[in-house]
């Protein structure tokens, strides 16, 4: 909110015909109208992105309760992503700004049980502080209270499923880098969207992919 939007490379702020998502990229040409620089094409995409996963929660939820604490999540998520993609930083603020929101949701539109949310945010929480103790940092501490304020909305089992989901995907495209020689070892690189994707697939096909797994066990 402050300060209001504006070119990165001019400073000029940006008026309302300048701030329509996607369309206001697509006809200023991918420029800013005052210096003509270049804008990032990270703008429209997660735009986009955000009114594709709105519109997919809603398809999948329906006009419930549950659908506002799913738009409240694809938000948080889409803001970390492009802030640890960018900055490799998960801002205290926007976790704070964040907490109070979810619970309250999950007051009025509990888990079952109800302390399932409670379990799920000392798993998260606890769960990347260990491995952070253990790998002496390997963990960052904005991850690790992101994961806290997440076990509050997916609970405890879908807090383990989306984290291994985000190692799975950190290793395996991380692994791709590495030998594309774009990932240098040793260098850090941001476990923030991992979790988010991770997040996102565990929260609306977690119960699915549970129940595929645990067929094999029975």
Do not use: N
């Not at 950190?170 to 030998?179: D, K, P, Q």
């Amino acid at each position: 909110m402050k300060p209001r939007s504006h070119c990165p490379q001019c400073g000029h702020t940006l008026g309302a015909l300048e701030l329509i998502p996607v369309l206001s990229y697509v006809f200023q040409g991918g420029k800013c109208r005052q210096c003509k620089a270049g804008i990032s094409p990270l703008y429209p995409i997660m735009e986009l992105t955000t009114g594709l996963l709105f519109l997919f929660a809603a398809l999948m939820l329906g006009w419930t309760p549950e659908l506002f604490v799913a738009l409240t999540l694809i938000s948080l998520c889409i803001i970390v992503f492009v802030s640890d993609y960018t900055y490799l930083i998960i801002p205290d603020k926007v976790l704070l700004f964040f907490l109070p929101l979810f619970v309250l949701e999950r007051i009025f539109i509990p888990l079952s049980p109800w302390w399932d949310s409670l379990l799920g945010a000392g798993t998260g929480f606890g769960l990347l502080l260990l491995i952070a103790v253990v790998s002496k940092g390997g963990m960052g501490g904005g991850d690790i209270k992101f994961y806290g304020v997440l076990g509050i909305v997916l609970g405890f089992k879908l807090v383990l499923l989306s984290f291994f989901l985000a190692v799975f995907f950190g290793a395996f495209i991380g692994g791709i880098g590495m030998l594309m020689g774009k990932v240098k070892k040793g260098k850090a690189i941001p476990f923030g969207p991992y979790i988010c994707f991770a997040v996102l697939i565990a929260y609306f096909f977690g119960g699915r992919i549970l129940q595929w797994y645990f067929q094999f066990f029975i």
